[in-house]
């Protein structure tokens, strides 16, 4: 599923509620995040946010021709190693990279290659916070695909996170995602 582009998914916008909504309750097999190898740090946030909700990522750092042009050396193995989920270098212009991309992914899917996402850790404090939380969204919200991520959402002060979780939209919404990827995945 091509998901619109966004640098974020707070849900700012409809975009990025969209694609929140299907990485979130959706629950794809494989989620790729394609950055921007010359702005690399402004699609990280991205890559982060993802990560707290999935853990099945990849990281397709595009662009990788027009970086070598500027001068920019960008190290995927450091990188996919420090967020713990594979980086690969493409220049999907040219289909430089793409297969190894592809590998990679169905890596991901069949479970041959684990990923280890980096996470937010923060303090004792907002770590039992986060659990505690996250145990009652779950005993709230049975089938609930991510409590943890949500708990940071409503710790964070997301108001629109907490209106929806209140009101029963967001049991809702996962509930009309799954059907629809059973729709989908019956065709």
Same mark, same amino acid.
């Given at each position: 599923?091509?998901?619109?582009?966004?640098?974020?998914?707070?849900?700012?916008?409809?975009? =990025?509620?969209?694609?929140?909504?299907?990485?979130?309750?959706?629950?794809?097999?494989?989620?790729?995040?394609?950055?921007?190898?010359?702005?690399?740090?402004?699609?990280?946030?991205?890559?982060?946010?993802?990560?707290?909700?999935?853990?099945?990522?990849?990281?397709?750092?595009?662009?990788?021709? =027009?970086?070598?042009?500027?001068?920019? =050396?960008?190290?995927?193995?450091?990188?996919?190693?420090?967020?713990?989920?594979?980086?690969?270098?493409?220049?999907? *212009?040219?289909?430089?990279?793409?297969?190894?991309?592809?590998?990679?992914?169905?890596?991901?899917?069949?479970?041959?290659?684990?990923?280890?996402?980096?996470?937010?850790?923060?303090?004792?404090?907002?770590?039992?916070?986060?659990? =505690?939380?996250?145990?009652?969204?779950?005993?709230?919200?049975?089938?609930?695909?991510?409590?943890?991520?949500?708990?940071? *959402?409503?710790?964070?002060?997301?108001?629109?996170?907490?209106?929806?979780?209140?009101?029963?939209?967001?049991?809702?919404?996962?509930? *009309?995602?799954?059907?629809?990827?059973?729709?989908?995945?019956?065709?």
């Amino acid at each position: 599923v091509d998901l619109p582009g966004t640098y974020s998914l707070l849900s700012a916008s409809q975009d =990025e509620e969209v694609a929140r909504d299907f990485i979130l309750f959706g629950q794809p097999d494989c989620t790729i995040v394609v950055t921007d190898a010359t702005a690399l740090e402004r699609n990280l946030n991205l890559v982060m946010q993802v990560m707290e909700i999935t853990e099945k990522v990849v990281v397709a750092v595009n662009l990788m021709d =027009e970086a070598r042009r500027k001068g920019l =050396e960008v190290d995927a193995r450091s990188l996919g190693r420090d967020l713990g989920v594979p980086a690969v270098p493409i220049t999907a *212009r040219t289909g430089e990279g793409v297969q190894a991309l592809l590998s990679t992914i169905a890596g991901v899917i069949s479970g041959e290659i684990v990923t280890q996402p980096l996470r937010v850790e923060g303090t004792v404090e907002f770590q039992h916070a986060v659990q =505690e939380l996250a145990a009652m969204i779950e005993a709230m919200a049975t089938g609930f695909p991510n409590g943890r991520w949500l708990a940071i *959402r409503l710790l964070d002060g997301d108001a629109r996170v907490q209106e929806a979780l209140l009101s029963g939209e967001l049991a809702q919404l996962a509930a *009309r995602q799954q059907q629809s990827v059973v729709q989908h995945s019956s065709k």
